[in-house]
């Protein structure tokens, strides 16, 4: 008898592995890309808020750009075009400067609004009392525009984290590309794929259980 | 002493001030009283520099508020202002909203800013309101608090901004009785008014707006027993 020759073979301990180490990759380019995008889109929403009509010459089409062009376009583009202008990088640094800037500019317009959530009234009151500028913005603009726009800023969190995604595209072993690599050799789509859905749940749901609370906290 | 000289304030076209002369006396309470667009918010605005002016000078003790080397940071801790809106900082508790500027713009330590802001908390009567929000208390509550708030910086002038018109009616009271109290112990107040009775009972002298114009000053018997102007006559009968 002819020794057949096996394309597939199941799903192991050692797969689950793979998709946790590759989880891991998943949460690290998010929280990069949302720490640095968050930081960056802060002082963009801060541009936008101190000159409106400056801002929405110059700085809002570049920032409506990297919001409405689909990520996976930005990702694409990015990452052929960027040896043309002499930039080496690898599928990692490409996707993360990527993220970092849809990042921003989404971040952008929930700072904005933060800022603008605390109203002249109120910036008037703080500076009569004394403060700078900047003591008005750490004390009371920061705190109370915070609060008001942080469910929105882990709208934008949560989308980012999923949205990483997609830069498995460029061939960076995340967790989607994980599952794409063990699907091909095991066959097993709906095992693989519930797993892989279950690694992202566990890492949005303790963002939104922590931000739920500590919007409770603030309400009160 | 504050002293206001030829002051002209301009919003674009629109001449809001026209030419305010004006002196407050260290330990004087002066009530401004007027209609609605007649200038008068302007100028308290224009004392501590919320606004910038076109024309003329405001010197306060005799610094001058709108020259380009003045600290306006420092000079606005010597001029407590209280608005229309009380505007607490909702994040912060009643004693917190105190002591934040004590704190980060005197620079006190965190015992003594807290100290100080209780003590004022206590003098307008929230003492046992500390710990509370400001959203759980009442508009007159909050608007002590934004007293108490103004007071913690030791200020030696206080400017009320209509201090009470966004109060209900049963709310005016406690209010005007806790601006009485610092008028007694000898702050010098300037407020911007409509409670003609605070106006005549309390202030030492009573100033008349009338579209940017300081058209009658003097004291509140004389202001509203004999008004010369024709235009604060015909303010005075509507108001009555």
């Known amino acids: ?15 689950l592995w793979f998709l946790g180490e590759a989880a891991l990759k998943s949460m690290w380019i998010s929280i990069l890309a949302i720490t640095f995008g968050s930081a960056m889109g802060v002082v963009f929403g801060w541009l936008l808020s101190v000159s409106r009509r400056a801002g929405a010459l110059t700085l809002a089409p570049v920032l409506d ?24 990088l690898n599928p990692f640094e490409a996707g993360l400067i990527v993220l970092v800037v849809y990042t921003s500019a ?45 469910p929105a800023w882990i709208g934008v969190a949560l989308g980012v984290m999923k949205d990483s995604a997609l830069v498995s595209v460029l061939g960076y072993v995340e967790l989607l590309k994980a599952s794409q690599i063990l699907i091909t050799r095991t066959q097993e789509t709906f095992l693989i794929l519930a797993i892989a859905g279950a690694f992202y749940f566990a890492l949005s749901y303790p963002i939104s259980h922590y931000a739920a609370r500590l919007e409770k906290r603030w309400t009160q | 002493m504050i002293e206001i000289r030829d002051l002209h304030k ?32 302007t100028l308290l605005y224009c004392i501590n520099a919320l606004e910038a002016i076109q024309q003329g000078s405001v010197l306060v003790d005799g610094t001058d508020v709108h020259a380009k080397g003045t ?91 209509e201090a009470t018109s966004a109060l209900d009616p ?27 009775g605070f106006a005549r009972e309390v202030s030492d002298r009573v100033a008349f707006f009338h579209q940017g114009i300081m058209e009658e000053i003097s004291p509140p018997e004389e202001l509203f027993g004999a008004p010369k102007s024709e235009h604060l006559q015909k303010f005075l009968s509507k108001v009555k």
């Open chain 2, 71 to 161: 600290n306006i940071n420092t000079l606005r801790q010597n001029l407590g202002m209280v608005f229309q809106q009380w505007n607490s900082f909702p994040h912060l508790t009643v004693l917190e909203n105190v002591a934040l500027a004590p704190r980060i713009v005197r620079g006190l330590d965190k015992a003594r800013a807290r100290e100080i802001a209780e003590q004022q908390l206590v003098h307008v009567g929230l003492g046992d309101k500390l710990n509370n929000y400001p959203l759980a208390l009442s508009g007159g509550q909050q608007q002590r608090l934004a007293i108490a708030r103004a007071l913690a910086m030791e200020p030696s002038y206080m400017l009320f901004d």
């Open chain 1, 106 to 150: 989404n971040v952008a317009t929930v700072a904005q609004a933060g800022i603008e959530a605390v109203g002249g009234p109120m910036r008037r009151a703080a500076r009569s009392l004394g403060m700078s500028y900047w003591q008005d913005m750490r004390y009371v603009v920061w705190p109370i525009g915070l609060r008001a726009v942080f």
């Open chain 2, 10 to 41: 301009y919003f674009g076209a629109l001449h809001v001030l026209k030419g305010i002369n004006l002196d407050v006396e260290k330990g004087e309470v002066l009530s401004v009283i007027g209609a609605s667009g007649s200038g008068k918010s």
């Open chain 1, 1 to 15: 008898m002819q020794p057949t020759a096996t394309f597939f073979s199941g799903f192991t301990l050692n797969d």
């Open chain 2, 170 to 196: 049963e709310l005016v009271g406690e209010v005007l009785d806790t601006m009485r109290l610092l008028a007694e112990e000898g702050m010098t107040m300037i407020c911007v008014t409509h409670e003609m």
């Open chain 1, 65 to 88: 750009v990297f919001r409405s062009v689909p990520l996976i376009i930005q990702l694409v583009l990015f990452f052929n075009f960027a040896p043309m202008i002499g930039l080496r």
